[in-house]
Each structure stands twice: as structure tokens, then as C-alpha cells.
């Protein structure tokens, strides 16, 4: 398990992180959302090790992450900018990461190239931004390590590539207990594939919550009610978000499913249905009250 514990980082004047604390459970893929300059890239580098916190601190099973070789050799770190050797060639980095990680999978890179269609002599300098992510992505899956830690890695990827890749991560979670962290600015990359969502702004969490409890917790309700009657008569309902389009009302509402339910049939409507919410949906109403608006965050 990862733990954050009071995770702060300076550059100058400006705060980039802000006394963030936070646990990643094993085997699980953790979503970190946040505008461009929330801090997530900085969040995941003193995760990796790469920078060193002000103040907090970052453990793995434990033990101290920044300067521990050995813990470092568990996860494999995919930055949003990316670094290649000058004229490398897939091959030759591959043997470099192969170097680092003991475990490095080679004849599955070598299947896996062959599957993205990638030529393992090409000079990576040649490869779009694109065919560079997938790259990298396969030299992490590869790796064999316990975590990895992805900054923007579907940036730039094609709707069929990101599921190909959403494909592994699942594939190597089910095998070997993979556990993916993800950054992302988009909300809706992330809603088929992460169990656990934090919201990051101005280098704070707002939000961090498991994707299944704001589910199961949070509903909208579409519904026609009898004449007469109005949703605000309807007391008994944690009503978060009310819309209209005429008769037709769409009510997103807190609480346990099974309440819900009982309470509207009380009520005997015309026409209602719960119907699913989509991560974007979830967060908007969490963030709302809390305060903040997320629209203007994220979107």
C-alpha cells in the first residue's frame, strides 16, 4: 500500500502541493483528477522519488521512498514528458529497462510490439506522440513491477488504443495485482477503469472517495409526479440537484438505494426510475456541497 502523509512541495513563492495525505490500496486503480496546474505531475514525482517533499512524507508497505533503490524498483513511472535516449531504438531501451528490472517480461514486449505494430529497430525519435506513449506503456507493463504510475498516459492515444491499454492494466490487475495510478485533467478517461477517484485543485485534495460508495450513496431519479404534487414536497428525500423539462422531472438525490425507492413509491408517482450516474455527474453534486464548482475546475 502506498501512504501520503502531510505531502507538501514548494517551488519558490508557489505552492504546487498542499499537505496532501492519502492511502492507494493494493490492487487497485487510483484515479487523480485535476486541471492542468492542480499538481498532480508534482504529487506523482515525490511518489516516484523523483522530487523530494518539504514536508510529509511518501511509504511504500512502510518504507521511505526518495533515495531507496529498492523500493523504487516496485513501480515504473511513465511521465507525461517523455524521455528517450537519442537515436534509441525500442530494442536498446528495452534492454536498458531490463537492466533496472530484473523481472522485465522481454519475449512479452516483444509480442506486445508486434500487437501495436510498432518496429522494435525504428529510431524512437521517428514515432508520433502517440506510438511514444504506447511504448511506454508496454516498457511498464513489462517491467513486472508492483505499481505504476501514469501521468497523462492517454493523452494522445486514439479511443481504440486507450481501450487496448485500459485492456492491460485490467489483464495484469487480475494476473499479478497491478496497481495503476493514473493523473489525468479528464474526467471521463478515467470512469470504465478506476475504483478510487481524488480530486486535486490548487494542490490540495477536495474529494477522494472509493467510485463504488459516491455510487451506491448517490442517485438521479427521473420522474413524473401526480398533480399537485412537487418535488419539494418531497421532505423526506436528501435532494442535491432538481431539473425540469416540463412534467418530467430529474432529481439527483442522497442516500441508500433501498430508502430511495421506498420514499418515492410513498409518494405514488405517475412514472419513476432510477437511473445511473456518470463519474462526471458524481463528482459535480459531491463538489457542489462542498462548494466548489467542478464545471468550472475540470471542464
Same mark, same amino acid.
Request: net charge negative; hydrophobic share 40%; proline share 3%.
Given at each position: 500500500?502506498?501512504?501520503?502523509?502531510?505531502?507538501?512541495?514548494?517551488?519558490?513563492?508557489?505552492? %504546487? @502541493?498542499?499537505?496532501?495525505?492519502?492511502? +492507494?490500496? /493494493?490492487?487497485?486503480? #487510483?484515479?487523480?483528477? =485535476? *486541471?492542468?496546474?492542480?499538481?498532480?505531475?508534482?504529487?506523482?514525482?515525490?511518489?516516484?522519488?523523483?522530487?523530494?517533499?518539504?514536508?510529509?512524507?511518501?511509504?511504500?508497505?512502510?518504507?521511505?521512498?526518495?533515495?531507496?533503490? %529498492? @523500493?523504487?524498483?516496485?513501480?515504473?513511472? +511513465?511521465? /507525461?514528458?517523455?524521455? #528517450?535516449?537519442?537515436? =534509441? *531504438?525500442?530494442?536498446?531501451?528495452?534492454?536498458?529497462?531490463?537492466?533496472?528490472?530484473?523481472?522485465?517480461?522481454?519475449?512479452?514486449?516483444?509480442?506486445?510490439?508486434?500487437?501495436?505494430?510498432?518496429?522494435?529497430?525504428?529510431?524512437?525519435?521517428?514515432?508520433?506522440?502517440?506510438?511514444?506513449?504506447?511504448?511506454?506503456?508496454?516498457?511498464?507493463?513489462?517491467?513486472?513491477?508492483?505499481?505504476?504510475?501514469?501521468?497523462?498516459?492517454?493523452?494522445?492515444?486514439?479511443?481504440?488504443?486507450?481501450?487496448?491499454?485500459?485492456?492491460?492494466?485490467?489483464?495484469?490487475?487480475?494476473?499479478?495485482?497491478?496497481?495503476?495510478?493514473?493523473?489525468?485533467?479528464?474526467?471521463?478517461?478515467?470512469?470504465?477503469?478506476?475504483?478510487?477517484?481524488?480530486?486535486?485543485?490548487?494542490?490540495?485534495?477536495?474529494?477522494?472517495?472509493?467510485?463504488?460508495?459516491?455510487?451506491?450513496?448517490?442517485?438521479?431519479?427521473?420522474?413524473?409526479?401526480?398533480?399537485?404534487?412537487?418535488?419539494?414536497?418531497?421532505?423526506?428525500?436528501?435532494?442535491?440537484?432538481?431539473?425540469?423539462?416540463?412534467?418530467?422531472?430529474?432529481?439527483?438525490?442522497?442516500?441508500?438505494?433501498?430508502?430511495?425507492?421506498?420514499?418515492?413509491?410513498?409518494?405514488?408517482?405517475?412514472?419513476?426510475?432510477?437511473?445511473?450516474?456518470?463519474?462526471?455527474?458524481?463528482?459535480?453534486?459531491?463538489?457542489?456541497?462542498?462548494?466548489?464548482?467542478?464545471?468550472?475546475?475540470?471542464?
Amino acid at each position: 500500500m502506498i501512504e501520503t502523509s502531510g505531502l507538501t512541495k514548494r517551488f519558490d513563492d508557489i505552492l %504546487a @502541493v498542499d499537505h496532501i495525505s492519502a492511502k +492507494i490500496r /493494493d490492487g487497485s486503480v #487510483f484515479g487523480l483528477i =485535476g *486541471t492542468n496546474g492542480a499538481g498532480k505531475s508534482t504529487f506523482l514525482r515525490m511518489v516516484s522519488g523523483i522530487l523530494k517533499p518539504d514536508e510529509g512524507e511518501v511509504l511504500i508497505d512502510g518504507e521511505n521512498v526518495y533515495e531507496n533503490p %529498492a @523500493v523504487k524498483s516496485r513501480f515504473f513511472y +511513465i511521465s /507525461d514528458d517523455q524521455y #528517450f535516449f537519442a537515436n =534509441g *531504438t525500442p530494442l536498446e531501451l528495452m534492454k536498458f529497462y531490463k537492466s533496472i528490472y530484473p523481472a522485465f517480461d522481454e519475449p512479452r514486449f516483444f509480442h506486445l510490439l508486434q500487437s501495436f505494430d510498432l518496429d522494435k529497430k525504428r529510431k524512437i525519435s521517428t514515432f508520433s506522440k502517440g506510438m511514444k506513449k504506447q511504448l511506454s506503456i508496454l516498457y511498464g507493463i513489462c517491467a513486472g513491477t508492483d505499481y505504476i504510475f501514469c501521468d497523462e498516459t492517454f493523452d494522445g492515444l486514439d479511443p481504440v488504443m486507450r481501450q487496448a491499454v485500459k485492456s492491460l492494466f485490467a489483464s495484469d490487475m487480475a494476473e499479478r495485482n497491478l496497481t495503476p495510478i493514473i493523473a489525468s485533467h479528464n474526467l471521463r478517461e478515467l470512469e470504465d477503469i478506476c475504483d478510487h477517484v481524488g480530486l486535486l485543485h490548487k494542490g490540495g485534495i477536495l474529494l477522494s472517495k472509493d467510485l463504488d460508495d459516491m455510487k451506491l450513496n448517490i442517485h438521479k431519479i427521473q420522474c413524473v409526479l401526480k398533480p399537485g404534487i412537487k418535488v419539494e414536497d418531497l421532505t423526506e428525500l436528501d435532494i442535491l440537484k432538481t431539473e425540469y423539462r416540463g412534467s418530467l422531472a430529474t432529481i439527483t438525490v442522497r442516500g441508500a438505494r433501498e430508502n430511495v425507492e421506498r420514499q418515492m413509491a410513498a409518494c405514488e408517482p405517475l412514472f419513476f426510475e432510477l437511473i445511473p450516474l456518470s463519474l462526471e455527474e458524481i463528482f459535480i453534486s459531491e463538489t457542489e456541497v462542498a462548494g466548489y464548482d467542478i464545471k468550472k475546475l475540470i471542464f
